[in-house]
């Protein structure tokens, strides 16, 4: 993928309560479809984090996998709408929504959120493709959507970190293709597009977090190490871009901001009320066959 190969070691802007989204920060953001928030999330508020997905019954009881076309998976557990538990807390507060605000210009809502788990020596790929590659199709018209991507634990080259292409969200939304259960974008494309934004691994401890544009090309390796990389994602939507087509995840929802104080005060709490958990591919093609052999 292009001659260069490049990690974000060393980049982003550190995070603290005074950070503030600078011309600076919107530029770079417009340019290279992403910025990086070191400590994001701190020591205690990760660790809190960490520890309330892993006693969180709801990671085994909805989670589903995508066959990566190599024989590998990774485990997804994918929700609408935010509640009051730590992860609501994380997605409503300020930093996140706030900051992804000042990013796209406008009233942000949570479209969606998400655990990606890759397991020691067992995680899948996942293939280069952009979010609104398939966002679109849902009815979002404009790309106007951005994901925070947070890293529960340390993520880089030998685990399986996310992989990036810099600038590509410039080139707009390609046709995607399936590859498995994975929708993945033009692939003749995405070689055109690597030989102009370098190929960047995206590296970050616990607690960092990457904002990133929804037409960002973005993909990543199998785990073959012993290190779990465990990450929370949550997806947004400008307020000014509901959706025309009624689907899985939730039209325009006013989205109740908090102070970033509320994450610590959640503690390790979580709870299911008031989301909407996504049963994934496989189940949605289970229920539909079901639903057909009921009304044959």
Known sequence: MGEFVRTTDGTGYQYTDNFIVTDEVK????????????????????TNLRTALEQDRALEDYHYARDDGQGRQTKTVNWSHPGDDITGMIGRSEKAAGTMEKLLGGEVYQYHAKVVMKEPFTGGAFIWHQDYGYWYLNGNLFPDMGTVWIAVDGA???????????????????????????????????????????????????????????????????????????????????ASNDPVYKHHHPNYTPLIKVPNNRIKECGTKTSTEGKIFFQGPKRDRDLAIEVLERTA
């Open 27 to 46: 530029e770079q953001f417009h340019r290279d479809g992403f910025i990086i928030l070191r400590k994001f999330l701190d020591a205690e508020e990760v």
């Open 156 to 238: 880089d080259k030998t685990n399986g970190c996310l992989q990036i292409l810099p600038g590509s969200h410039r080139a707009g939304r390609m046709d995607h293709v399936k590859v498995g259960d994975q929708a993945g974008a033009d692939p003749e494309r995405v070689e055109l597009l690597a030989k102009l934004c370098p190929l960047t691994y995206v590296q970050l401890d616990p607690g960092d977090a990457l904002f990133f544009h929804c037409n960002l090309l973005h993909r990543s390796d199998q785990n073959h190490s012993q290190n779990r990389r465990w990450a929370y994602l949550v997806c947004y939507n400008r």
